[in-house]
């Protein structure tokens, strides 16, 4: 399979996608693998998707799939276990469902799938590939000749040096103990959680147990969001657009810049969201 530039859904207004035509792509070959996307949106703020691994699968890089952006980018966990890499210094981590990690731009990446079950990973990524940071920058960069998946350099180190040895890390892990959190709202308040928040990208997740709502917020950038489980009501206010909008697990959803919006969990069991906003969080 050829390179080619994946597909780029965008919306004009706050717009729910459904899983079920979530738009579909298939990239890889021989050397890099094969992967299997999900594309939710790719506005010129922001790049939200998920992709999938085959119990024990993998991608790496080839000459035609480079694996290295200029963007920030956030994977987060949705089923499996994943053992992200960078090939270039030997770096490797270990992520369970429901944990995130976060890498900047120049960052080769490489992942496996370990365990039995598929591997689901959401993707979210600033600035988006419409800007130019995507395959086109990869391709334009140095192929990495050789891919390592160790650090001999440390071994008699760990884990007395643990500390500056992390601190050169080009990955970041993120579990709940290290997520920053933020109590907003004035009339409801919500508890946000945040995996990262750049100049680029904001990207973290919000719980809300039944009857729960947010304040009506604002941000300074696009955002887009994957219902993780329950069922989330989301009412954002444009003068033609419908009232309110039904996500369900694995749905998504668009909120263009600027747009006033709420989440609202009206049923019976706790429902969560996952969300980035590019590029900036505060109106």
Known sequence: ?????????????TTAIPYASVTRHLWGDPEAGEVADWIYVSSDKIHQLVFGLEPHGWFRHSDSFRTIFAADELFYVLSGTMILCNPENGEVHR???????FFRRDTWHHVFSEGPDELRIL????????????????????????SRYVRDELLGRWPME?????ATNTVTVIRDPDIL???????????????????HLTAGKITLQPGQQTDFQIHGGDESLLVTSGTIFLQGLENDGPAWLELNANDGAYVPEGVRHRYWNRSGAPAELVFAVAPDYLP
């Open 123 to 146: 993707e979210l990524f600033a600035p988006p590939p419409s800007q130019g940071t995507s395959g086109k920058y990869a391709q334009a960069q140095p192929n990495l000749e050789t």
């Open 1 to 13: 399979m050829s390179y080619s530039p994946s597909p780029r859904p965008t919306f004009d207004r």
């Open 181 to 199: 959190w933020r109590y907003e709202g004035e009339c409801h308040r919500s508890l946000v959680g945040l995996y990262a928040a750049t100049e």
């Open 162 to 166: 643990r500390d500056a040895i992390n």
């Open 95 to 101: 992520v369970e469902q429901g944990g995130a990690a």
